[in-house]
């Protein structure tokens, strides 16, 4: 079952950089109201599952969450800037730097095969993006905002995987929680930097595609991500999502004009070969 949800994990964002590149009004206007259309829908389910979050749960989201409040600002700058492959790239060092932080962080000791298919999957990723040549769009306040998206969803991932490891607070009741800190770090710059006229973009469009980015990519894979957190080390999960950055490249074709060519076809396949090889390797000790 955490395998299948992973895999559910993997197509939800996957998704998501294309459907945050089709979000056009500003970064610190679409980030606040991805969260604000996402926490009643999550304190409803809640509500209904007979939970409740406790001032533990929000105590402990509060680094995680504020740092995924930030890192969705950075998300929705970077795609303005640079073509969702080159996003792609910088995310795929994910798993790579897992495996140092892991084990002082998470107490999880990664295997020798483990970090091997790691770096083959890793290397395997940077081949499918960077297989696109002429293609990429960079520059370099696109390629900033997207390292910083990497730091601050590293902070989240980790802090999440470690109070789900060790507490047994309800998938749900984290991600409520980690909403409302991720609200209230993207409202503060919201209302010291954006202009009155930066509202006039926001269309019905953009407000279509914020409500698929918080009810899909965001309640449906954070929490589902957030349940298999208790069940798979932080340091084999994060590469199994390597499989959502050639996800990502693929919807990007037919959405953005943004081709895949059979030199992006072969690496993703060698992707899906390294997934595959960790997922039959023995959990990692701790």
């Known amino acids: 079952m955490p395998l299948l949800a992973l895999a559910g994990v993997v197509v939800l964002w996957g998704a998501g950089p294309v459907i945050t590149k089709l979000v056009t009004v500003h970064p610190l206007i679409g980030s606040p109201m991805r969260f604000i259309l996402s926490i009643p829908v999550l304190f409803a389910i809640v509500r209904l599952r007979g939970g409740t979050v406790s001032r533990e749960t929000f105590r402990a989201a509060a680094l995680p969450g504020m740092a995924f409040g930030i890192n969705l600002i950075f998300v929705f700058a970077a795609v303005q800037e640079v073509a969702v492959a080159v996003l792609s790239v910088l995310v795929a060092l994910q798993p790579a730097i897992l495996l140092v932080v892991a084990g002082p962080l998470l107490g999880e000791r990664a295997t020798r095969p483990q970090v091997a298919w790691t770096l083959v999957g890793v290397g395997a990723t940077a081949g499918v993006i960077l297989g696109a040549g002429d293609e990429l769009r960079a520059n370099a306040l696109g390629v900033g905002l997207a390292l910083a998206s990497l730091g601050t969803f590293m902070i989240y991932f980790v802090l999440t995987r470690r109070a789900r490891s060790t ?22 710059p919201s209302l010291a930097l954006v202009r009155t006229d930066d509202f006039a973009d926001f269309d019905r469009a953009d407000l279509f595609w914020l409500v698929v980015l918080a009810y899909l990519t965001g309640v449906a894979g954070h929490v589902l991500m957030s349940w298999v957190h208790g069940y798979v080390e932080a340091s084999k999960s994060a590469l199994y999502l390597l499989g959502m950055n050639v996800v990502a490249i693929g919807l990007a074709w037919p959405v953005h004009d943004e081709p895949v060519n059979v030199v992006q076809v072969a690496f993703g396949v060698v992707v899906f070969v390294a997934v595959a090889s960790v997922i039959r390797l023995p959990a990692a000790t701790r």
């Open 167 to 188: 507490t047994d607070v309800d998938p749900f009741e984290w991600m409520a929680a980690i909403n409302v800190w991720s609200l209230a770090a993207t409202v503060l």
